[in-house]
């Protein structure tokens, strides 16, 4: 079965520059979730679309940005980069979790290396 | 505020024991839904179960089984016979069906199993 596919799944930056990461989400999920997920932490929400809207939005530093395009798939922009931007991000996507399904489905992420 | 406490920071056991991973959460909401993930070494959050705040069935998946109480907010997970493989993170988290669209997760739980 298709999966959430996430690219690159690795990414090696230096300070004060640019990533992108990229999340394509199951087919016919609408819904894209945006995670970071720090060494040793939790992962925590940073920014949610639904139809291409955003729905959410978390603990998302200003220097990031999202958005979710016609096809659904979601770019994660994040400028200015600094070392505690390093952290496993990860991308979920979802139908509405109101009609039956398994839930969450996270893509294997992206990690971040700042240096 | 949501919530979500695994207060087992690690857990080391020897192969085929049992072990019990608790997760105690916390929501004035009265739709919701629990969730169990396995993170291993190599970083993906791989989907375990998903249960919704109307059914307090408990669940039996192979080994895995989940012990969900509304009355103490507890959604507590076993490994029977546990093995090596089963060695990783262990993440329980809330998504509240009304409002923000996202997961809270737990701290986590390292299990570690011996051979």
């Known amino acids: 079965a298709a999966g959430v596919i996430q690219s690159p799944r690795h990414l090696i930056k230096e300070k004060r520059e640019t990533a992108t990461l990229k999340c394509y989400p199951i087919p016919r999920h609408d819904t894209v979730y945006w995670y970071q997920q720090g060494p040793g932490q939790d992962p925590q929400f940073l920014i949610s679309?639904?139809?291409?809207?955003?729905?959410d939005k978390g603990s998302i530093p200003d220097r990031f940005s999202a958005q979710q395009f016609s096809d659904y798939h979601s770019e994660l922009n994040m400028s200015s980069l600094e070392l505690g931007d390093s952290a496993l991000y990860f991308c979920?996507?979802?139908?509405?979790?109101?009609?039956?399904?398994?839930?969450?489905?996270f893509g294997s992420g992206t990690r971040l290396t700042v240096v | 505020a949501q919530k979500v406490t695994q207060a087992q920071t690690e857990i080391s056991v020897v192969e085929k024991e049992d072990v019990t991973l608790d997760c105690v959460y916390e929501?004035?909401?009265?739709?919701?839904?629990l969730f169990w993930y396995k993170q291993p070494p190599s970083g993906e959050l791989v989907f375990l179960i998903r249960?919704?705040?109307?059914?307090?069935q408990n669940e039996i998946s192979g080994r895995y089984s989940w012990n969900f109480q509304k009355s103490t907010s507890s959604f507590n997970f076993t490994i029977t016979a546990s093995q090596v493989v089963d060695s990783a993170v262990y993440f329980c988290?809330?998504?509240?069906?009304?409002?923000?669209?996202?997961?809270?997760f737990g701290q986590g739980t390292r299990l570690t199993i011996n051979p």
């Open positions: 988290a809330l998504f509240l069906i009304q409002g923000a669209q996202k997961l809270v």
């Open positions: 249960r919704n705040s109307f059914d307090e």
């Open positions: 929501t004035r909401d009265t739709t919701y839904y």
């Open positions: 979920a996507s979802s139908p509405s979790l109101d009609r039956d399904s398994d839930g969450y489905t």
């Open positions: 679309f639904y139809e291409k809207m955003q729905s």
